[in-house]
């Protein structure tokens, strides 16, 4: 437990760092909030944002509706297309893909999971594959959206992180948030009692506050440099430590999904845009150096370089904690896992939610930090096991970095899941958890591990009734594909070039 920050009230919020995490933060406390709050954001032109974080999960479409923004006037501001999901090449083995979709796998029985079904089906012969069963994975792999009634479709999106956060800035600052450039040179902060009183920029301007918002990037400038609250190191589950991301002319239309290529000692990401591709190689540099990550990348793009190739290290953990004192952490100033399964932007997203939900107004409370940071424990070490399980799960053992993913030790409560899966074909989604049972098992199944067993509901079916039930899903899910048409006509006719 740590000592009580003094209980003064919060009116005056300063974010320091305007990347995704800062113009984020800046709009979602601004739009809630903003009448009862001073909000300012510090960023520096000097310091170049991280510059990826391109691909999104469907919570940001929950975002964006709870600050009332128009999905058009965003698609068209940020050239974001339509994400159905991740489509994996030769994680497995090589030669082999599967997609993790968004959206849910056939139907569900209270008792047991449409997978124990698809398993009877499978052992039978008389079911396809599992993503057959799944909407928004087939309209994937046929390039093909459309909104439907009722969120009848599950996306995300892909979007140029630059044009987000300048779009964003655009919001906040309609909301009342007031930017000040400059560089932060120094935070005058109580390292004992986690509190910080002021910036201090290089111009000299003082900015105090009540409640800073740490948005500063890897450097942690607020939560680390000057709190010095610890970081939890995970680089012995994430061996990825580095990325080379480019950015490439579009060759084709944008398909609506991600594409994630693993390589000899990690992957590759592949990101339409409507303007452009998004690319990258996240590898772990004790297995492969810069100049062979590069090679592989440079080997496997499509489409004209855009911008030189830039080089990104990151140290896969957290911070110990996320909430110290009058000082919140989010975005890459709070850890980063990887940017496999793109969870980095929801987590940021979450922060703020969660931030605003223990809104400390009248004064600091030691209990609304205890639990922020309990909450925020609980999501990212569950993302963090879902992460691994791409890795630990595996066929592959043609490389030392697969024959080391393979043979690691995995965090228990990740070893528990696997196991019971494997048993019985069971999971579960627990507390905080972001990441669904569809989730799983589309990653688990994907990546090699068929249970060896199913419910026992499942086989109060006989034969027939069974061979029914798989088909009509299967229909529905063909009937409803046939209607919608290709992507890139879709992204064209909802959101002419701005
Ligand atoms: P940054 O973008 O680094 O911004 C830091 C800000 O702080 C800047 O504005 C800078 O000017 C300011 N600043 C720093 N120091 C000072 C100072 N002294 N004075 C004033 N201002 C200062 N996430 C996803 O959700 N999906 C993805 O597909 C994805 N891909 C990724 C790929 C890679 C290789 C990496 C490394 C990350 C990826 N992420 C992804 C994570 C995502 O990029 C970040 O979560 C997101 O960009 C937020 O970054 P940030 O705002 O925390 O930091």
Redesign the pocket.
Known sequence: MQETPPNTAVRRVVI???????WMAAAGISRTLGPMLDIVL???DE??????????IPTLVTFHRALGLDEREFMAATQATFKLGIRFADWKARGEEYVHSFGTTGKDHWSAGFQHFWHRGRSRGLAGDYGDYCLELRAALEDRFAHLPENGLNYAFHMD?GLYARYLRRFSESHGVRRIE????EVQADRASGNIEALVLASGERIEGDLFID?????G?LIEQALGVGYEDWSHWLLCDS?I?VQTASVGPAVPYTRSTAREAGWQ?R?PLQHRVGN?I?YASRYIDDAQARETLLANLQGERLVEPRT?R?RPGQRERTWHGNCVA????SG?LE?LE?????L?QRGIIRLLQLFPAAGIRQTDVDEYNRQSREEIESIRDFVILHYKVTDRDDTPFWRACREMQVPDSLAHRIALFADSGRVFREGFELFAENSWVQVMLGQGLVPRSHHPTADLMDDAELSRFLGQIRERVARTLAQLPAHETYVRGYCPAA
């Open positions: 320091a760092g305007g990347g995704t995490a800062g510090v960023e520096s310091i170049p944002t991280v510059g990826v974080g391109e691909a999104t992180a400059g560089r932060i040179a948005c500063t990037g890897f450097r400038l990325a991301a990401w990101i990258g996240v990104i990151f989010l975005g890459l100033a980063f940017p793109s969870t980095s932007i929801h940021i």
